[in-house]
């Protein structure tokens, strides 16, 4: 049987090859989704907080405050934001400075080293997580006890994004907002501030940023041509693979296009994950062999799905520009931006965002309502002293807090969603 088979695969042509190859690809990224988002309670997926090996026995795992947990649907409540922070081999560090920079006791975070020979790393990541006692105390911090191979411009950069939503609704449903960090972003506010501003908005906004309506003729190039990402089953990654053969562009749906930045409802991110109509899952079929999908396949889901179009501010949040430090109300009200990217390790602009921003201490935290310090004067914010944390559920906005919020307000009028036209096809 299985020489009829190879004797029937050498007599196909490449035209035939291709389109297996393509189809292959296409059923590898549904069935790498779906196991890797069913499969969070099996060992090899457990986040390694509770699997530090025993010669890290000396870690002090001893608390002073019994667990708080963030109230949730009281009028005025602050959101909830999970955070999915991302990095390469190397990066752990870079990691760790911007956990703490965006930390705060009502927010879910996910750790996720994306590489599949750092285990080490891995390993180390989470036991630098484990041996911060404010971690310990709120629970709230994660780490991905494996990984795998990503290439960052193909579809399995799609499915580690939608693996990250999954993990985290599986880990706390109460989230309002999904932000996906790299380890070269960094944020331009504190988190008080950034949950003041996001407080008075509707929490099915989605924040995405488009470049245009639909793809022009040029643009149609990169969708017509067929690509097959290898690292979706490989343990490296690996580039990707472009075949001859091209394909025609789909009828069905309109394709859009923008930033591969965005901040995503957790209602959105249910739906992208549950697919209770089955487009986004019909939509994954399609992505698996396109290149970049990351810049696409959200702003398509959302501008497809009625339930969703109306949800949707032009706005990525992100800077990827130089932030002049001296300059930064300018740069903010310009740009209109939360975070800025990319730094690289060491850039001197962001022991300037911590010094005259976010006032943050080397390795120390932002300080916020929630960790004063007692009523001093200091703006250190220690991660090892538990005394005075408590009002997880306030917060102290600064400066720049306020006017975040009146920049945020101007996305909304009354009860409508400020909407671009994004969603209409250029032949509408």
Known sequence: MSMMMLKMLSSWNWRSRVRLSVFVAAALLLLVVGFLCSRFDDDQYRTLMNNIPDDHSNIDTSTTIKMIHPSKGRQGDPPILAYWIFGFRGESKRMLRLLKAVYHPRNQYLLHLLDGDGDEERMELAVSVESEQVFRAFG???????????????????????????????????????????????????????????????????????????????????????????????????????????????????????????????????????????????????????????????????????????????????????????????????????????????????????????DRQPHGLVRGKWCNNGGNNSSSCSSNSSTNWDEIDSLDPGFYGQKLKNILSNFTVGDHHMVTNNCHSNSS
Not at 247 to 267: A, N
Not at 340 to 347: C, G, H, L, N, T
Request: net charge negative.
């Open 140 to 358: 709230n911090v994660n780490v991905v006890g494996k990984s795998y191979a990503v290439e960052e411009s193909g579809a399995s950069a799609l499915s580690a994004m939608l693996h990250a939503s999954a993990l985290l609704l599986r880990i706390s449903h109460l989230w309002d907002w999904f932000f996906t960090l790299s380890s070269s972003d960094y944020p331009l506010f504190t988190q008080d501030d950034i949950l003041f501003a996001l407080t008075s908005l509707p929490r099915d906004l989605n924040f995405v940023g488009f470049t245009n309506r639909t793809i022009d003729q040029k643009g149609q190039h990169n969708f017509n041509r067929i690509v097959v990402d290898p690292s979706l089953h490989l343990k490296q990654a690996t580039p990707l693979y472009y075949a001859v053969e091209t394909r025609e562009m789909p009828t069905t749906f309109d394709i859009f296009q923008g930033s591969p930045w965005m901040v995503l409802s957790r209602g959105f991110m249910d739906h992208c994950i549950k697919g209770w109509d089955n487009f986004p899952r019909k939509l994954l079929m399609y992505y698996a062999n396109v290149v970049s999908p990351l810049e696409s396949y959200f702003h398509t889901v959302l501008c497809n799905s009625p339930e969703f179009r109306n949800t949707i501010v032009n706005q990525d949040l992100r800077c990827s520009a130089q932030i002049n430090v001296s300059n930064y109300y300018d740069n903010l009200v310009n740009k209109r931006v939360i975070f800025a990217r990319p730094f690289k390790e060491d850039d001197p602009t962001l022991d300037e965002l911590d010094r005259d921003i976010l």
